[in-house]
């Protein structure tokens, strides 16, 4: 079962929300917490109401070499959406399909709320998992699902590799939606954070 990593209180919209009112810290005005249905059954999403709380040390670092770690650019590709976190949780609430497309290891040690791991590496070979028919090479994503990706943030190439893979195989841009932000950027608003399952 999932383990909650930060207890923490974002808006849900109508349904099940904690009303912004009650809360000290809120994800915008209207919003104090949103639930997302997840393989572990409803998790509430919502930002850490501890005022001293301090992002995760992992996500502090503001220098790492590049390559590989190299500042991505806001647009990944031509057609694919670059989202921030309201339209992140918009999207997990309505049960979109998140992708995490960081490594397991990244991915086991914290994630967003709904996410499934579909690694970078991985991604070419998976698109059977969201909608696309055939394999590798061969693929008919006619029916393709719409698909929210993102990794560690700004500083991060793998969501933005496994963008580039699943276009090259013929995936629709206007499905694939990108959270350039990531889990630095979720980590720092203090929003929930779950243990990644395999």
Not at 29 to 55: C, F, H, L, W, Y
Not at 78 to 100: H, Q
Not at 136 to 150: P, Q
Request: proline share 7%.
């Amino acid at each position: 079962m999932r383990k909650i990593i930060a207890a923490l209180v974002i808006a849900s919209f109508p349904i099940s929300q904690v009303y912004a009112e009650e809360l000290d810290v809120k994800i915008n005005a209207e919003i104090g917490s949103v639930t997302v249905e997840t393989a572990d059954g409803p998790i509430e999403i919502m930002r850490n109401q501890d005022k001293d709380a301090t992002i995760d040390p992992k996500y502090a670092k503001t220098s790492r070499q590049c390559p590989p770690f190299c500042v991505q650019p806001m647009q990944v590709a031509p057609g694919v959406t670059t989202v921030g976190e309201i339209e992140v949780l918009t999207f997990a609430e309505r049960g979109g399909k998140l992708i995490d497309g960081r490594t397991l290891d990244w991915h086991l040690d914290g994630t967003i709320p709904g996410a499934i791991n579909m690694p970078y590496t991985e991604m070419a070979s998976r698109l059977d998992e969201i909608g696309c028919s055939g394999s590798e090479g061969e693929w008919d994503c006619t029916n393709a699902e719409e698909v929210l990706l993102f990794c560690n943030g700004p500083w991060c190439g793998q969501s933005p590799m496994a963008i580039k893979a699943m276009l090259r195989e013929g995936y629709p841009p206007e499905k694939i939606f990108y959270y350039r932000g990531g889990m630095q950027a979720w980590n720092s608003l203090g929003l929930t954070v779950v243990e990644g399952q395999m």
